[in-house]
């Protein structure tokens, strides 16, 4: 079984600025994936960021950058010039990749981030 | 549409009553699940489908709990005799598999917006 904890429940930081979410899992699996998801008022999960185990070049997507330590199962997310449309809860995740199949997702407990002026 | 769709949006219900969430994939998607969150919490897997067949069905809380998807499209959650802890965020997403013999393409599930479930 995957595990996947936030240990940041809140976090701010100002428009412009650089902030770190940080994320820690565990699983016994060789082949899975690292997701950050970005969860806005209206609910919907929208995929931020992801980062296949098995490659160790770190996945950026724009403003959005992971470090990924696989030995220390650590993926947190960066985020460069932050603009006040992301403020949301952000939830890391992980799955398993099994041939054939789709994996189910395992959540974290999610980091509130507040942008400010 | 191109997202996932889920209706109704919100439903208030009364405990002991039965209720049907629906869940409406993205066209070519053959993998749907479910997912629960309650207030605060992250999302929890309940149920997975391939198609028509539910293939992994080990999240769901209690025999009340019961998903089905048919014709391997639309996908009904039903929550019967409800109760106040079944008050909850109810997540669908769908998905491609994964190929066969490589784990390089990943398959991101998408989300739809939820149907949140209020018990009295």
């Known amino acids: 079984a995957q595990t996947v904890t936030q240990s940041q429940p809140e976090m701010s930081v100002q428009e412009a600025e650089t902030v770190t979410l940080s994320c820690t899992y565990d699983?016994?699996?060789?082949?899975?994936?690292l997701f950050w998801y970005k969860q806005p008022p209206s609910r919907q999960m929208i995929l931020v960021i992801r980062?296949?185990?098995?490659?160790?070049q770190n996945a950026t997507e724009n403003r959005f950058s992971v470090n990924f330590q696989k030995a220390a199962k650590s993926f947190s997310l960066k985020i460069s010039d932050s603009q006040l449309g992301d403020t949301a809860m952000y939830f890391c995740a992980s799955a398993e990749w099994t041939a054939g199949t789709a994996s189910k997702l395992t959540f974290g407990t999610g980091t509130r981030l507040q942008v400010t002026l | 549409g191109a997202g996932v769709s889920q209706s109704p949006r919100y439903k208030v219900a009364k405990r002991g009553q039965d209720v049907a969430l629906r869940c409406d994939p993205i066209?070519?998607?053959?993998?749907l699940f479910w997912y629960q969150q309650a207030l605060g919490q992250g999302p929890e897997f309940l149920t997975y489908?391939?198609?028509?067949?539910?293939?992994?069905k080990s999240g769901l809380p209690s025999d009340r709990f019961f998903a089905e998807r048919p014709e391997g499209s639309v996908s009904t959650l039903k929550i019967q005799r409800t109760q106040q802890e079944d008050s909850a965020v109810y997540l669908c997403?769908?998905?491609?598999?994964?190929?066969?013999?490589?784990?390089?393409?990943?398959?991101?599930?998408?989300f739809g917006d939820g149907t949140r479930l209020s018990i009295l």
């Open positions: 699983t016994s699996e060789n082949n899975y994936y």
């Open positions: 997403a769908s998905s491609l598999v994964a190929p066969r013999y490589t784990p390089s393409a990943d398959q991101p599930q998408h």
């Open positions: 066209s070519g998607h053959v993998s």
């Open positions: 980062q296949e185990a098995y490659k160790q």
């Open positions: 489908f391939q198609n028509e067949a539910q293939l992994d």
